[in-house]
């Protein structure tokens, strides 16, 4: 059985080193194990200590039972029309400019094709644990309500009002009547502009049952899948993390956990009491900020009854698997057993 973690959040938090620090924990422990991202930043092949990734899983060099890929969302989306459109309308949609600026740029098409493609990992039954280090956008929210956006983009009332009725029989009338008077609108502005544009809108309704079947299954993966939102108590992504719980909170079957990332240690809480005049003013700010994080933190628990993760500040991102490792295990209150990971500190 493969389990699924999602590494969700908004950006600038360490959500990949997080994830790629769970991947090298759950190899370390045995357990094949997949981390993916769709960062195309490679910041996940920095956490990890590699010159760069590929689209394809590919093992680890230096650890066993460890792959690594990054998901191309283009690529995902061009494989999402070769899934669910005839030959020759998936060929004319890879070529369509309007289809690839929808690739490229609509939020909710890059979302999809990469819970599409992790979807995929995580039925492939290849590995025992898929790791995703999901897209920020949207702080991670979008990752989950991509399936049902694009089922409603593809088979929204706008496209079907556009495209008409039973699609075998507008086709025809496309090619027929409508064509050649485009052809002539365009020949009118210098351009084919008219008529890629109505092809386009035709050929991606095709797509509309292929999608929304696909979505329902990526939502079942979704829903089975263990989840770790990933914030800090800094107020941009602390806002993005009860957004999270707000909008989502029945997302998953199995428990959620937030992870409070380069939170300050409790012990700085109660500085000593002697010190010197000028360190004592210092030693203070640094005291109270230490009670406001974990003041933030009992609180977001007592409120979403979520667990709540802790791991502390440090210089510097890891960027090796020792590194990596030892994140792991400074981690507090991580629900290892929750997770399917067989580790404990």
């Known amino acids: 059985m493969t389990r699924t973690l999602l590494v969700t959040g908004g950006g600038g938090v360490g959500k990949t080193t997080v994830a790629a620090a769970l991947g090298v924990t759950a190899a370390k422990a045995g357990m094949r194990t997949l981390v993916v991202t769709v960062d195309p930043a490679q910041r996940l092949a920095t956490a990890l200590g590699l010159a760069g990734l590929g689209h394809e899983p590919e093992p680890h ?23 669910h459109a005839a030959p020759d309308v998936a060929e004319r949609l890879a070529r369509n400019e309007f289809f690839l600026a929808a690739a490229e740029h609509f939020p909710a098409s890059q979302a999809y094709a990469a819970a599409d493609q992790a979807a995929t990992y995580a039925q492939a039954k290849a590995w025992d644990l898929v790791v995703v280090d999901t897209p920020p956008s949207g702080g991670g929210i979008d990752f989950f309500t991509a399936p049902a956006q694009m089922a409603d983009l593809v088979g929204g009332r706008l496209l079907r009002w556009i495209t008409g009725g039973p699609l075998p029989g507008r086709r025809f009338f496309y090619e027929r009547a409508a064509r050649p008077i485009l052809r002539i609108a365009d020949t009118v502005l210098g351009s084919d502009l008219l008529e890629r544009v109505t092809e386009f809108l035709l050929d991606l309704r095709t797509t509309y049952d292929g999608v929304a079947q696909r979505g329902r299954e990526i939502e079942r993966v979704l829903k089975d899948a263990s989840i770790l939102v990933v914030t800090t108590t800094n107020p941009a992504p602390l806002h993005e993390a009860i957004r999270f719980y707000r909008t989502l909170p029945d997302l998953a079957s199995t428990p959620k956990a937030v992870v409070f990332n380069r939170s300050l240690p409790d012990s700085w809480a109660d500085p000593p009491k002697r010190l010197r005049t000028d360190v004592r003013e210092i030693v203070d700010r640094w005291s109270a900020e230490t009670v406001r994080q974990r003041d933030f933190r009992d609180e977001f628990s007592a409120r979403y009854g979520a667990t709540v993760v802790s791991i502390p500040l440090t210089p510097r991102p890891p960027t090796d698997l020792e590194g990596l490792a030892e994140l792991a295990v400074s981690a507090s209150g991580m629900p290892w057993a929750d997770l399917g990971i067989g580790f404990s500190q």
């Open 61 to 83: 060099a230096d650890l066993e039972n460890l792959w690594v890929a990054m998901l191309d969302s283009g690529a995902s989306w061009r494989a999402v029309a070769e899934r």
